[in-house]
């Protein structure tokens, strides 16, 4: 089992960057697909990006393609976010969440552990 943790949401202007991230506790992390998803007010959750387990192979929505970049570091337990170019329509609680597969990946119900939510504001 994993238990992810969020950080790194916060205020942020249009066309700014924020990089948030995700940190799992227990030993099998590197077991685990890592995904993002964000939830604005009123909308359902939505895909943003994934990561195999060795980090070779990366999933994003159109939406922010080219402008988020999703990475892993193994060793710290650890999945990033790099968020650039954001739009007032990023904002959203993102969340952090792990999988078993990789193939449904941008799929709400593959994942099996959720983290809090962090929130991300951008303003105009």
């Known amino acids: 089992q994993v238990q992810p943790v969020e950080s790194g949401g916060g205020l942020v202007q249009a066309g700014g960057s924020l990089r948030l991230s995700c940190a799992a506790s227990?030993?099998?992390?590197?077991?685990?697909?890592m995904g993002w998803f964000r939830q604005a007010p009123g909308k359902e959750h939505e895909f943003v990006a994934a990561?195999?387990?060795?980090?070779?192979?990366?999933l994003y929505a159109d939406s922010v393609k080219g402008r988020f970049t999703i990475s892993r570091d193994n060793a710290k337990n650890t999945v990033y976010l790099q968020m650039n170019s954001l739009k007032p329509e990023d904002t959203a609680v993102y969340y952090c969440?792990?999988?078993?597969?990789?193939?449904?990946?941008?799929?709400?119900?593959?994942?099996?552990?959720w983290g809090q939510g962090t929130q991300v504001t951008v303003s105009s």
């Open positions: 969440a792990a999988a078993g597969a990789f193939d449904s990946a941008s799929d709400f119900e593959a994942y099996d552990y």
């Open positions: 990561i195999t387990w060795g980090g070779s192979a990366q």
């Open positions: 227990g030993r099998t992390f590197s077991s685990y697909v």
